[in-house]
């Protein structure tokens, strides 16, 4: 009979030792920063509004945006949004045919997390 | 072919197609304003709205709201279509499932209604 490791019930341990590949990190921060933005939209469009709407309602939007919970969301949004962005011009490669292997697609993730991560430090400094 | 009432998705060959074309709308969009706001530091209101009062940009800020939404359809469906699901939530998953997507549907509209507004309102 042929040995076989393969484990017959997963345990929590199990769950806390699995390691994700760095693929998978990547994706699923790709879909958790789109809905983020899906949420961001309503912020983004109330930004908008106000700053279109009157002189008065520029001003009132620009001390909001100055003020921490207003650095914070705004710091948020620009950060969810650098990191779909260069996921999805990841993606727009990859459909092109370009990093289809799994040493170029470990390279592409580790790629768009680093330029992300650059785009969302200066997101920070732009932001204070 | 299989469909079902809560599959409200119409293929996924043209939603692969419209995600990648609405992605290049928002991208384009991203770069427009990212661009105008870095090179004109200390923006004020004149020149706020004087940039969106011309009809190219009101076409492509509407255009960029309506990839928005189209956009956000078919990521928030994905996601809703992978987690929502029988073998990991039971019984009741077709019914969350549908409640979610009802909820994005009327999401996205309002997003849009809203979009028009801003940019033809009378306001």
């Not at chain 1, 693929?23 to 958790?32: K, L, P």
């Not at chain 1, 912020?43 to 003020?67: H, N, P």
């Not at chain 2, 990648?20 to 661009?35: D, H, K, N, P, Q």
């Not at chain 2, 011309?54 to 279509?81: E, P, Y």
């Amino acid at each position: 009979m042929k040995q076989n490791s393969r484990p017959i019930n997963v345990g929590i341990g199990d769950l806390l030792s699995f390691k994700w590949p760095i693929t998978a990190i990547s994706s699923i921060t790709h879909r958790v920063a789109g809905v983020l933005l899906f949420i961001g939209v309503a912020f983004m469009l109330y930004a908008l509004d106000l700053s279109l709407s009157s002189e008065q309602e520029f001003i009132a939007l620009k001390e909001m945006m100055v003020s921490p919970l207003g650095k914070m969301i705004t710091w948020g949004l620009l950060s969810a949004l650098g990191y779909h962005f260069v996921a999805g011009i990841k993606h727009l490669l990859m459909d092109m045919g370009v990093g289809e292997t799994l040493e170029g697609a470990q390279f592409a993730a580790k790629t768009t997390l680093f330029f992300s991560a650059v785009l969302i430090a200066l997101a920070a400094i732009w932001v204070i | 072919m299989v469909t079902q009432v809560v599959n409200m998705s119409r293929n996924g060959v043209s939603d692969w197609l419209i995600q990648r074309v609405s992605a290049l709308v928002l991208a384009a969009y991203t770069l427009c304003i990212f661009g105008y706001v870095v090179l004109n530091p200390g923006l004020d209101f004149e020149t706020w709205s004087g940039f969106f009062n011309n009809t190219g940009m009101q076409v492509f800020t509407m255009l960029a709201v309506l990839s928005t939404g189209a956009h956000a359809w078919i990521g928030m469906w994905t996601i809703g279509s992978d987690y929502l699901r029988e073998h990991t939530l039971g019984s009741g998953a077709t019914t969350l499932r549908f409640i979610y997507q009802v909820g994005c549907v009327l999401i996205i509209a309002a997003y849009l209604i809203w979009g028009i507004n801003i940019l033809w309102g009378n306001n």
